[in-house]
């Protein structure tokens, strides 16, 4: 059991506005790797910061963990309109991979699915849509899915179909329905092949944002070369929401080439400052990536 005052530490050092944020970044992770009650409340500290970034990365945290004792922490950051919408994104997605079909959790996301930014909207439309498959698959209607070599929580199950042309087809195909995009996504990115990458990439220049920005984080797991002129050009479009900038920042940090961490220092300054942070985060990130370590945020166990 870890100690409750070595969590605290790390909740102290989430929210220190003089730290570094690839050092609060760090903090973030490693409270989520340790998991439980008291890491979760760690880690809602962070919503009161200024920081648009950190407390996106919060949620998606929290989401990643699939721990009921979130979703009051969640469900209060998504219905606070004041917020950005990025965080709010995360927060109503977070809902959704925890996975708990609640009448509190159903009525604040269906609430929300009606929500003016569109980003926040889809979300929630797409966390209501997991929760109904997930209840389809809890009766044993489930499907036969390809494996998730990222290990990670996504907001939709990769499709059961497994040619590559039919999944760009439906990715691309903007009067499909985006929970049915996503699944295409996922399974483009489970199938890892240079055709798939490259289907995924063409996904940079799809209408929706909240889409984009979902495109950028599977290149950032599968990490391959291939990607890194499309992520650099959504990244270099000042005109781009900066929830799509952010990500396609941090997918080339995750790359690690010496041609990422040059088009990252570029934005090291940007206007938007959720762009100058997520390089920030990137450049640790290649640091990591090189480095050889296990887990992202190693060097912070030991607090």
């Not at 950005?84 to 959790?105: S, Y």
């Not at 009067?175 to 490259?198: P, W």
């Not at 270099?236 to 952010?246: F, I, K, L, S, W």
Request: include cysteine; glycine fraction near 6%.
């Amino acid at each position: 059991m870890v100690e409750v005052e070595k969590l605290n530490k790390l909740g102290d050092m989430l929210i220190d506005q003089s730290v570094p944020m690839k050092a609060r970044y760090r903090a973030l992770f490693t409270l989520k790797n340790l998991g439980g009650k008291d890491a979760i409340l760690n880690i809602s500290k962070g919503f009161k910061d200024p920081s648009a970034l950190l407390k996106h990365e919060c949620a998606y945290c929290l989401g990643q963990m699939q721990d009921e004792s979130a979703i009051d922490s969640l469900i209060e950051v998504l219905q606070n309109t004041s917020e950005d919408p990025m965080v709010r994104h995360e927060a109503g997605e977070a809902l959704g991979a925890i996975g708990l079909n609640t009448e509190n959790v159903v009525n604040v996301l269906t609430e929300f699915s009606k929500d003016l930014r569109p980003e926040v909207a889809e979300t929630c439309q797409l966390a209501l849509a997991r929760l109904e498959w997930l209840e389809k698959k809890k009766q044993g209607l489930g499907e036969n899915l390809s494996d998730n070599p990222y290990y990670s929580v996504d907001p939709a199950p990769p499709d059961v179909n497994r040619d590559v042309k039919f999944l760009r087809e439906k990715l691309l195909n903007e009067d499909e329905s985006m929970f049915e995009r996503y699944r295409a996504m996922f399974q483009l990115r489970n199938d890892g092949r240079d055709e798939a990458i490259l289907a995924l990439c063409d996904g940079l220049k799809c209408k929706s944002a909240l889409f984009r920005h979902e495109i950028a984080y599977v290149l950032g797991q599968i990490q391959s070369p291939l990607s890194i002129d499309a992520l650099r050009v959504n990244l270099e479009d000042a005109t781009e929401n900066h929830m799509v900038r952010h990500e396609c920042a941090e997918a080339l940090g995750s790359l690690a080439t010496d041609e990422c961490v040059k088009i990252l220092n570029n934005y090291l300054n940007d206007k938007e400052v959720v762009v100058k942070e997520s390089c920030e985060v990137a450049l640790d990130i290649t640091d990591y990536e090189k480095s050889g370590d296990f887990q992202y945020a190693n060097g912070l166990l030991a607090v």
